[in-house]
């Protein structure tokens, strides 16, 4: 699980450096798609493994936490232009 998020944190990063408007939003719409079945599928498996492995899980949190953030910043640019 830590490697998709991995992965899913690297394309947010390369997407930063491509500003062009129809990437963004696929990105948005992607990133949307990715988030929505991360909380379907992986957040009950964290919760139930959360006692045993709490750095493990919290790690996988705050590497999804930046991604999302950056994620939430580009839909709140492109809504204002």
Do not use: Y
Request: proline share 4%.
């Amino acid at each position: 699980m830590l490697r998709i998020v991995d992965c899913f944190a690297g394309l947010v990063t390369f997407m930063k450096g491509n500003q062009d408007r129809p990437i963004l939003l696929a990105s948005l719409r992607q990133g949307r798609t990715f988030l929505e079945v991360f909380q379907r599928k992986c957040m009950p498996i964290l919760e139930k493994h959360f006692l045993e492995n709490r750095a493990l899980v919290l790690d996988v949190f705050n590497k999804v936490q930046i991604p999302t953030r950056s994620l939430q910043v580009w839909f709140c640019s492109c809504c204002e232009e």
